[in-house]
Structure formats: structure tokens, C-alpha cells
């Protein structure tokens, strides 16, 4: 659809682990605050929304098998190490068609927790899948699939650098991380009060800024040329020095000074993104994608993956060199087992 003829459109995304259909019993602060949003967004815009909580038997986000490691080539826009409704790997990725709303935004408004002085494990799934989009390979058929000999061999090629772009570059991510601080664990020396060894825990060299738990997702943005800006970009306390069970979203949304640090930044994304106005896409799209079928490049990869489970990988191949300079000790049959099994294997 022409720029001209379509709306603003915006994706908010709650990225708590956290849902009432699993084991917490409770729904997350997020999801709150990203309804809370949502409700609050222009008329005019088009609003998508999505809770990545977990939900017992959903399928939960795939982690990335790191194929951009042996070549950039391998590593396809919209991830094909993955498909949607697939029984041996179940992806949310692919099952909430998470790619192509990615893609069909203008701005994404990330609603999350800091949880070990990180990010949520959900949030960082999702963004390490989206490696793909910062360089990913929009064209499978080059490299038969899936296979690394033939991506290796791509992109050394003029036909690559033509390919190889940041395909969602353009966009703009805003994030909202808040936190307790450790609620009612913290003593009066900074220390958690349940340790043993207070030695092992120095206050003064603990991340003092919670904001920055959100840091390796905003410059992983920035890096692929999708703008964050340092407004767009906030932290907010809620809880502190309380028991966990004694700030649940129904405790939090009492908390005004927590509520107006969101709204503020609600307010701020809006004049942002209005602003700013729509954002042409790129080439390769994610929107309307369909993948390819690939089943005679399944057995070819097949019948790669038993060479290599004999300890006979193909000819020149860095599987065949590391097999034949002892550094990986991995044939076998049976690569589901431990990697205990490598020691009797020297």
C-alpha cells in the first residue's frame, strides 16, 4: 500500500515472562500499562498489540541457532531456522506472525520489567531472532535453504552486497523498563539480606542505573539503523522496599508517580511518531511472506548431518576441519545427549 494511503501504524509489545495462564497466577504490570497505552493512542492510528507471557502449552519464542556466525548469507530475512505451526520446534515468532507486524510498523513501544539487571529472557528471544533483520539473507534459494557451504560461498560474492541490508532500518523503538530495586531484600547496607558471604557483594559496583539493564536491545536498534530515541528511551521505580506480593499491578497502578513517568513517556512517543510521520519500508518484505518449500534441501542437509554423525564431514568444510584437529569431538549419533559424552570421545 502506498504511504499516502495507509495510517500511522504502531506495535506495543508487554514483555514480562508474566501471565495469569501459567504458573505466576498473576498477569504482569506490562500488559496493564500496555492497554493502558494503547487506550491513550490517536484515533487515527492503527494500533497493534502483543503479550509475550508465557501461557502454559503456547509455544514459547525459539532461541537464535546463531547461523549469522558461520556466514551473514546463512543467516535469511524472516528466520527460516523456524516456521510457523511446527510440531518439532513450536516458535511464537512465527505462530503470532511477529516478523511481518515488526515489519508493518512504524514504531514499536516496548513495555518491560528489568529482571536480573537484564532484560526479560522473552524480549531478549525476540531480539536475538532478529538478527535476520540486520544484514539477513532475503533470497533462501541462493544457499539451498539452509546450507552453509553455499552461504559461505555467497557472501564473498558482488551479487551479496547487493543483497545484505538492514531491512527494518528506519523504524522507530521506544522502550519503558521499571523495576523494585530488589523490593524488601535489600538491607540497610545495600546488600541482599539473605547473604552469606556479604564479601562476594559490593553495593558500590552494582549497575546503579536501572535503565541501563535495557542498553544491549537499544544500541542492538541503533546498530541496525532503527532509532531509539535517548527520550524515547526511560525507566521508572515502582515498589521499592516492598514484598513482591504487595505490588501487583493492581498496587502499582496507585503508585501516581509511576503512572505519571509512563504516561510522560506515552506522551513523549506519540508527539515522536506523529512527528516523524510514516516510514517507507524496505525491499524485502516481511509482510505477505511466504516461505519456500525446501524438501529435497532437507535431505541434502540430511545426508550432510550423517557424514558429519560418522566423523566423516564433507570435503573441505570447517566441520571436517575442526573434526580433524580434534576441536569439537562431536560425532555421534546421538547429539541430543549430554556434551559429557565428548570427554570419552578424545
Not at 490517536?42 to 532461541?63: C, T
Not at 520446534?89 to 512504524?106: G, I, K, N, Q, V
Not at 535453504?145 to 523503538?173: F, S
Request: charged share 30%; net charge neutral; hydrophobic share 35%.
Amino acid at each position: 500500500m502506498p504511504l499516502t494511503e495507509r495510517s500511522l501504524r504502531v506495535l506495543l509489545i508487554a514483555g514480562s515472562n508474566r501471565r495469569q495462564y501459567n504458573c505466576p497466577g498473576v498477569d504482569s504490570k506490562s500488559r496493564a500499562l500496555m492497554l493502558r497505552m494503547a487506550d491513550q493512542l490517536p484515533d487515527h492510528w492503527d494500533v497493534d498489540i502483543e503479550d509475550l507471557g508465557n501461557v502454559y502449552g503456547r509455544a514459547r519464542i525459539q532461541s537464535c541457532n546463531g547461523c549469522v556466525s558461520t556466514s551473514m548469507a546463512l543467516c535469511v530475512w524472516p528466520c527460516n531456522c523456524y516456521a510457523r505451526d511446527n510440531k518439532d520446534e513450536p516458535d511464537l515468532m512465527w505462530d503470532l506472525d511477529l516478523y511481518a507486524r515488526l515489519d508493518a510498523a512504524d514504531a514499536w513501544a516496548i513495555i518491560a520489567p528489568v529482571n536480573w539487571y537484564g532484560p526479560t529472557s522473552n524480549l531478549k528471544l525476540m531480539f536475538d531472532r532478529l538478527i535476520c533483520a540486520n544484514g539477513g539473507n532475503p533470497r533462501e534459494e541462493l544457499i539451498d535453504h539452509k546450507n552453509p557451504k553455499k552461504a559461505m560461498a555467497l557472501d564473498k560474492t558482488p551479487e551479496w552486497k547487493k543483497l545484505t541490508r538492514n531491512h527494518l532500518e528506519g523504524r522507530t523503538a521506544a522502550f519503558f523498563s521499571y523495576g523494585d530495586g530488589g523490593g524488601d531484600e535489600i538491607g540497610a547496607d545495600g546488600r541482599p539480606r539473605l547473604l552469606r558471604h556479604p564479601a562476594y557483594f559490593d553495593p558500590a559496583e552494582e549497575m546503579k542505573d536501572d535503565r541501563d539493564a535495557y542498553k544491549p536491545l537499544v544500541w542492538q536498534c541503533r546498530y541496525g539503523g532503527i532509532e531509539v530515541p535517548d527520550a524515547l528511551w526511560s525507566h521508572a521505580y515502582v515498589g521499592e522496599g516492598k514484598p513482591y506480593s504487595e505490588m501487583q499491578t493492581e498496587d502499582a497502578v496507585r503508585d501516581t508517580s509511576f503512572l505519571a513517568a509512563f504516561d510522560g513517556w506515552a506522551t513523549q512517543f506519540v508527539a515522536h511518531v506523529e512527528a516523524k510521520g510514516l516510514v517507507k519500508p524496505g525491499e524485502y518484505r516481511a509482510v505477505g511472506y511466504k516461505a519456500p518449500g525446501h524438501r529435497f534441501a532437507d535431505l541434502k542437509l540430511k545426508w550432510r548431518e550423517l557424514q558429519m554423525s560418522r566423523g566423516r564431514a564433507p570435503e573441505g568444510s570447517s566441520p571436517r576441519e575442526q573434526e580433524e584437529q580434534g576441536l569439537n569431538r562431536d560425532a555421534t549419533f546421538h547429539p541430543k545427549r549430554s556434551a559429557r559424552d565428548a570427554l570419552d570421545r578424545k
